[in-house]
């Protein structure tokens, strides 16, 4: 079995350093790294063909001008020929030295799940730990509102044949709508396991990103889902997010106990709706 690490880069030199680093020093795995760089103007392409030069693994780059992220993302699925698919991006690195044999070696032990992933840790500026993600619950109101973060995940190549590669015509939501698609609309149960897999740099992340991401979002659920399925998530989905968080809480008891005394009370014609 091999493993196909995909990155994307453009003119982010210093963070391709770090994301090269981290996979060349990897524990020994049978992978393949699959480089696309969008023709950038700076040190990239050089610091590429450094790398491909003195991998002990194959190295397949490209340096060109493609029509965006999600179409460089594409190019590097069609390139690949690994049984999983990891996207790594300039700037992204891997948690540990080990963590893609870990990961194999859960692959092999779960019996080659179509979609196997970890944790992926948030890091600033300076590379402290300010977030970390799960376990994502398998279900569309997961993924009405959230995703499952593409760059610790392994997803088998197969799938992009069956269910199609990234949306093109999307700037920024293209993976989540692929996942709502494939996750979320039930064909594919993904896997979780406990190992911190990837530390994503989101210092980069502005509120025109945020602003952008809402606006997609809310296009392809307009497109993907039934009026009336969309209709009774956005009028119940705050709802259920609240009584989520409520559960996490030792008050949740507590506000359980009254809606039941509140709501006998109804039922009694006590109390009035």
């Known amino acids: 079995m091999k493993l196909s690490i995909i990155s994307i880069n453009y ?12 996979v060349s020093g990897q524990a020994s795995v049978l992978l393949e ?7 950038s103007t700076d040190s990239s392409a050089e610091i590429i063909r450094e790398y491909a030069e003195s991998a002990s693994y194959p190295v397949k780059w490209v340096s060109e001008k493609d029509e965006g992220i999600y179409n460089a993302m594409n190019k590097g699925i069609r390139m690949a020929e690994g049984e999983y698919i990891q996207i790594l991006n300039s ?3 891997l948690a540990d030295a080990d963590v893609t044999a870990r ?12 979609i196997l992933y970890g944790n992926m840790l948030r890091v600033d500026e300076n590379g402290s730990v300010v977030g970390k993600s799960g376990e994502v619950e ?24 069956e269910y199609g590669l990234y949306d093109e015509d999307l700037k920024i939501v293209s993976d989540w709508k692929w996942y709502l698609q494939v996750i979320g609309l039930g064909r594919v149960k993904p896997v979780y396991v406990d190992v911190d897999v990837t530390l994503f740099d989101c210092s980069g992340i502005s509120e025109r990103n945020l602003e952008l991401r809402n ?6 659920l307009e497109e993907v889902l039934p009026a009336a399925v969309l209709a009774d998530y956005d009028a119940h989905a705050f709802e259920i ?11 949740y008891k507590l506000v359980w106990f009254v809606e039941r005394v509140f709501f006998k009370l109804e039922k009694w014609g006590i109390l009035k709706k």
């Open 241 to 251: 997010e609240q009584v989520n968080r409520l559960r996490k809480h030792h008050l």
């Open 33 to 39: 790294h699959v480089i696309i760089d969008g023709a």
């Open 11 to 22: 003119n982010n030199a210093e963070g391709l350093r770090k994301t090269l680093a981290s």
């Open 103 to 114: 990961m194999l070696d859960a692959i092999e032990r779960e019996g080659h799940p179509d």
């Open 91 to 93: 700037g992204d690195c």
């Open 215 to 220: 606006t997609e979002r809310r296009r392809v």
């Open 138 to 161: 398998y279900s569309l109101r997961q993924f009405y509102s959230s995703t499952l973060n593409h760059d610790c995940a392994y997803i088998k190549r197969s799938l992009f044949g």
